[in-house]
């Protein structure tokens, strides 16, 4: 349940403040995954979606960012994913909340740099291992059409056939420590192996590059339409 701003996050953080003397680090963690068709998925659960990947960080920022100000320091994490860098198939909805995130927090590094407050990303990569894909699933029926399955099919097969390591909660957990204490004015911490080729081939590499290398890594080919279907369409 995503933390509203003025209720439920202003109380939780008077009551630490109470208890614990001041707030030094915030990390924004929590996150709901999705594949989906753009074309099947309802706006409710794009809204679910957006409510917690998206607006439930804005919330908590908003609110601890008067505490942090007045205290003079204090790092924010919010916690992305690689798909934020390089964006794949059938998360349109999932790569838009936490692309919001990227922008949100990069600009809010600019805006709190004078009061001593550090806005901070950390990027995790792809960890089936986790229960982060399951808790999705059941927001993910009969969100694949019919007319979609054998791309999706072949993506899925992508994904278990995954380009390197996967990202393990140790690397996540060590990118979030880095990033929560971390001297200097880096706001992106990739974690896991996938991350860090993501980022190098985005940032380092020319645009059609880029988009080539992600081709031959996510997309499937589609089946090879007869010469009489392509006259019929």
């Known amino acids: 349940m995503p933390l509203l701003p003025g209720t439920s996050g202003t109380h939780t953080i008077a009551d630490a403040v109470a208890a614990f003397g001041a707030i030094d680090v915030l990390v924004n963690n929590a996150g709901i995954g999705m594949a989906s068709v ?19 960080v804005f919330a908590t920022c908003r609110a601890i960012i008067p505490h942090m100000r007045r205290q003079g320091h204090g790092v924010i994490v919010n916690v ?13 909805i999932y790569a838009a909340s936490k692309c919001a995130v990227e922008g949100y927090t990069e600009s809010l590094s600019y805006e709190l740099e004078p009061f001593g407050i550090r806005a901070r990303l950390v990027e995790p990569g792809y960890a089936p291992t986790t229960n982060f894909t399951a808790n999705g699933a059941p927001r993910m029926q009969g969100l694949i059409p019919a007319d979609y399955e054998a791309f999706a099919h072949g ?6 056939h995954y380009p390197t390591a996967y990202c393990t909660e140790a690397e996540v957990a060590q990118a979030v420590f880095t990033a929560a204490t971390a001297e200097g004015e880096e706001i992106r911490y990739p974690a896991g192996p996938d991350t860090r080729l993501l980022a190098e081939l985005r940032w380092s590499t020319s645009e059609p590059h880029y988009l080539e290398k992600m081709r031959e890594m996510f997309r499937p080919k589609l089946p090879t339409r007869s010469l009489a279907e392509t006259d019929a369409l």
Do not use: H, W, Y
């Not at 390089?86 to 349109?92: D, N, Q, S």
């Not at 993506?155 to 278990?160: D, L, R, W």
């Open 38 to 56: 753009v074309e099947a998925t309802p706006d409710s659960i794009i809204r679910e979606i957006f409510e917690t990947n998206s607006f439930g």
């Open 80 to 92: 992305t994913s690689s798909t934020a860098i390089g964006v794949m198939p059938l998360v349109a």
């Open 155 to 160: 993506c899925f097969q992508k994904m278990a």
